[in-house]
């Protein structure tokens, strides 16, 4: 059993509360956004898990659907497994246990996330008071300045508030709250947005080594597919609320099936290999709005390698079989054997040609 199993998880934001929930009206509605459409995943105990994406392609409500911390207009559908327990039909009770000392999550933008009018100290301890009640304030003092020692920061700063902190001293702060109850699972959404290039190294490094150190899992939300790349052990790529390719980390940036995939890597730099000394390529245009999405495959429209079916058909992620599967999301279906696979899965394949440059590449050339 894996640490995290996310099956056919549906959100959707409703324009108006009052309306009857998209699976009473049997579809969305007008005005409806479905921001993420039929998502399953699994992490198992301490592995990395990237999520990459353009803006807007629903990684943020991903992460925040995880720990239920959607706003009420948000209709969640699926099951979200934590350590064998449906997130979503847990109780609050049950949730507000599991919730810091199960898993804990890392905003982007430390500085909203923290409370402007108090002591960081106090906004450390507040998750380890609310868990363990019988915990005295010597002791979750004690607590609290080891784990600013933990990140990097002297334990005095617990005095602090949080405007006499640096942006990278604020998110060390974020990161030592995550840790504070010893979860099984960090997730991380953008944690070095708006930081310089320095500092988002040492926050990267911080957390690396830090889930490292105690087997913590962790899933990492960026819009940066290299620096997840060379975080992560595995990469799942999304678009328009869908992930359309996830598998190895090296194998999804060094070699992706799915053009949006194929695309999104020949956008970055490879990390540590001056080897590849390549062009980087721009995608033209923009996702689609969740609200009006196109017909068949979401990419279709900004996809260079699309074929006459491709606004038809909306394939869905399948195991890959070496570089063979075909990229109709159809064929597989009725058949009882599923491809061997390399662990990737993708819900398009085009084959890489023989000098190795991706067909997007190659268009663009
Ligand atoms: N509270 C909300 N109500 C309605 N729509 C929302 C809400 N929050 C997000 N959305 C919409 O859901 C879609 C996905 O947004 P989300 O923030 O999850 O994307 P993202 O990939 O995390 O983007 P970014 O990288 O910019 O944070 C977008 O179209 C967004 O406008």
């Given at each position: 059993m894996s640490l995290l199993e996310v099956k056919d998880l549906t959100v959707t934001y409703r324009a108006s509360t009052s309306a009857a929930s998209p699976e009473k009206r049997g579809s969305a509605g007008a005005g409806d956004v479905p921001a993420v459409r039929g998502v399953s995943f699994t992490l198992d105990a301490?592995?990395?898990?990237?999520?990459?994406?353009?803006?807007?392609?629903?990684?943020?409500?991903?992460a925040l659907a995880l720990l239920r911390l959607l706003p009420k207009t948000a209709h969640l559908t699926g099951e979200i497994r934590f350590d064998g327990e449906d997130l979503l039909t847990m109780s609050w009770g049950r949730l507000r246990a599991v919730r810091w000392a199960g898993a804990s999550i890392v905003f982007q933008g430390a500085m909203h996330s923290l409370n402007a009018v108090q002591r960081i100290g106090a906004q450390i301890g507040e998750p380890i008071r609310l868990h363990s009640p019988k915990v005295g304030d010597a002791e979750i003092r004690r607590r609290v300045g080891e784990l600013l020692e933990h990140v990097g920061l002297p334990a005095r700063r617990a005095d602090a508030y949080p405007h006499e902190l640096s942006g990278g001293q604020r998110q060390r702060v974020m990161i030592a709250m995550a840790l504070a109850c010893d979860p099984q699972l960090i997730v991380a959404d953008e944690p070095t947005t708006a930081l310089d290039v320095m500092i988002q190294a040492q926050i990267l490094t911080l957390i690396e080594s830090l889930v490292a150190e105690q087997g913590i899992s962790l899933l990492m939300i960026s819009h940066d597919l290299s620096v997840l790349a060379d975080t992560c052990d595995r990469l799942a790529i999304m678009y328009a609320g869908r992930i359309v390719e996830e598998g190895p980390a090296a194998t999804v940036f060094g070699a992706a099936r799915h053009p949006y995939g194929q695309a999104l890597a020949a956008a970055f730099p490879r990390i540590g290999d001056p080897a590849s000394r390549r062009r980087l390529q721009g995608l033209a245009g923009d996702p689609p709005d969740p609200a009006d999405l196109p017909a068949g495959c979401s990419f279709h429209p900004r996809c260079a390698v699309r074929l006459g079916h491709c606004d038809l058909v909306d394939p869905?992620?399948?195991p890959t079989a070496g570089r063979e599967v075909p990229d109709d999301g159809e064929s597989h279906k009725g058949k009882g054997n599923r491809p061997a696979g390399d662990g990737t899965r993708a819900a398009c394949v085009r084959v890489l040609p023989d000098d190795g440059l991706s067909l997007v590449e190659k268009e663009s050339a």
């Open positions: 301490g592995q990395k898990l990237g999520l990459a994406g353009e803006s807007g392609c629903g990684k943020s409500t991903m869905s992620l399948w």
